[in-house]
């Protein structure tokens, strides 16, 4: 499984963006999907997850509200949708494929995610 990230930039105290990550390689349908994101001088976190269907979402606290996870199986793409970004929220952004789970699980654990995409920055300025 293959996943390319885009969609970060520069943008406001306010703003919103939309990351989006298309996989390739695997069949998407079964596969669970995460967002992480690493701010210099931290610990990778987790920001998102969404399963096969789309059934169940975890979003973390630190962005509940503002941030939201969507896939669209036929396009092999899921979304991190996010609004109100925070200076905060700067950190590079990775998306994940996790291949070992079943239909409605989501995983929040990094060591769970099998396959990694290049990850892609936000920075958002005050």
């Known amino acids: 499984v293959q996943l390319q990230a885009s969609g970060g930039g520069l943008v406001q105290a306010g703003g919103s963006l939309r990351l989006s990550c298309t996989a390739s390689?695997?069949?998407?349908?079964?596969?669970?999907m995460g967002w992480f994101r690493r701010a210099p001088g931290k610990e990778r976190e987790a920001v998102a997850a969404?399963?096969?269907?789309?059934?169940?979402?975890y979003v973390a606290d630190s962005v509940m509200g503002r941030f939201a996870i969507s896939r669209d199986n036929a396009r092999n793409t899921v979304y991190l949708q996010m609004n109100n970004l925070e200076p905060e929220d700067t950190a590079v952004y990775y998306c994940?494929?996790?291949?070992?789970?079943?239909?409605?699980?989501?995983?929040?654990?990094?060591?769970?995610?099998?396959?990694w995409g290049q990850g892609t920055q936000v920075t958002v300025s005050s």
């Open positions: 994940a494929a996790d291949v070992n789970t079943v239909s409605g699980a989501v995983s929040v654990e990094s060591m769970r995610y099998d396959y």
């Open positions: 969404i399963s096969w269907a789309g059934s169940r979402r």
């Open positions: 390689g695997g069949t998407f349908s079964r596969l669970a």
